[in-house]
């Protein structure tokens, strides 16, 4: 793992995900992410701590020299570092693995699109006239989401959405600013900032949430 | 920020607009005039329909002027609005941004004041 011609801005040094739960994944392993504690990083190690039985179960699985993913998600976006086995003392229940120095951010939070259906409505000038249309998102950032909507909306057209959320909808104006098949994508141009913070903490929750169940 | 009002605001040559909202079930579209403006708020005027907001509802207004399209969102300011004489309503709003959308909605506006 190299992190060489990345910025410093988008690097974070392992040492300050000390007390951290990060997701671990065995590259090529269909078994999934696992939750581990960052136990902390010396001499070119970084020890881990299996979260629970099925973190333990995996852990006990691999063996030296297997590569393995470690992954976070904070305020940056998601964060990723390539690393590979060194041991796993059962005893200690400790995994060590080669400190991979510094996480890069995979995904920053601003433009980062996550997988996601959502019904909603659009609202677009056509002509002058403003035009209904219902839908369902297929992926939505902190900026702008592309849906699938029926009838279409023209490029450029300035639009209103209504995303329902689960905890209510929440009422956006953009305008669209491409299509690639069935997709419409709408860049967000207004929003309040307590109706951002509340998509953006929605959307990281989706995103635990899958990075739980080990998807995405 | 004062809310527009004919007084208060600036008038201007009535302006047709369509003020899209979130019912209980569905988004939608009210049409409506344009009163009044100042450069943070404007006074609109509904016929007999008009959209039930609750304070801390958004609305979007969505308008074409000449070959230009806008999307700006709104506050409603002073709900539930005023009754007019003719069983019309008047409501405040204000642009939620300050940003490049609003600002060229504004001053599509001025352009149509100074035409008048």
């Given amino acids: ?216 | 920020m004062p809310p527009a009002n004919t007084s208060a605001g600036n008038e201007i040559i009535p302006l047709a607009v369509t003020i899209t909202y979130r019912s209980t079930k569905r988004l939608e579209t009210i049409p409506a005039t344009v009163l009044a403006r100042t450069s943070g708020a404007m006074l609109v005027r509904f016929e007999r329909r008009h959209p039930y907001l609750n304070p801390g509802d958004l609305a979007a207004l969505l308008v074409q002027i000449e070959e230009d399209g806008f999307a700006v969102l709104l506050k409603p300011l002073d709900l539930p609005g005023r009754l007019t004489v003719d069983g019309g309503r008047e409501i405040s709003f204000a642009f939620v941004a300050r940003d490049d959308a609003t600002t060229r909605f504004l001053e599509a506006l001025q352009a149509r004041q100074k035409q008048g």
């Fill in chain 1, 1 to 216: 793992m190299t992190n060489q011609g990345l910025a410093v801005q988008e690097l974070r040094e392992v040492r300050e995900l000390r007390g951290s739960l990060v997701s671990v994944v065995a590259i090529g392993n269909p078994m999934g992410s696992f939750p581990f504690w960052v136990n902390g990083n010396a001499n070119g190690t970084l020890v881990l701590l299996p979260d629970g039985v099925r973190a333990r179960t995996f852990a006990e699985s691999l063996t030296a020299d297997d590569p393995l993913l470690v992954s976070v998600i904070d305020v940056f976006g998601r964060l990723q570092a390539q690393t590979a086995v060194q041991s796993y003392d059962p005893e200690l229940t400790e995994l060590r693995v080669v400190d991979p120095g510094y996480l890069h951010v995979l995904h920053r939070r601003g433009a980062f699109r996550l997988d996601l259906e959502l019904g909603l409505e659009i609202a677009s000038l056509r002509d002058g006239r403003v035009v209904l249309a219902a839908g369902d998102s297929l992926d939505i950032s902190n900026t702008g989401l592309a849906a699938h909507v029926v009838g279409g909306v023209e490029i450029g057209a300035p639009v209103a959405v209504s995303m329902k959320l689960p905890d209510g909808p929440l009422l956006a104006v953009g305008a669209v600013v491409g299509h690639s098949g069935e997709r419409t994508r709408v860049q967000f141009t207004q929003l309040t900032p307590a109706d951002r913070k509340r998509l953006a903490l929605y959307l990281r929750r989706v995103e635990i949430a899958l990075a739980a169940q080990g998807i995405g």
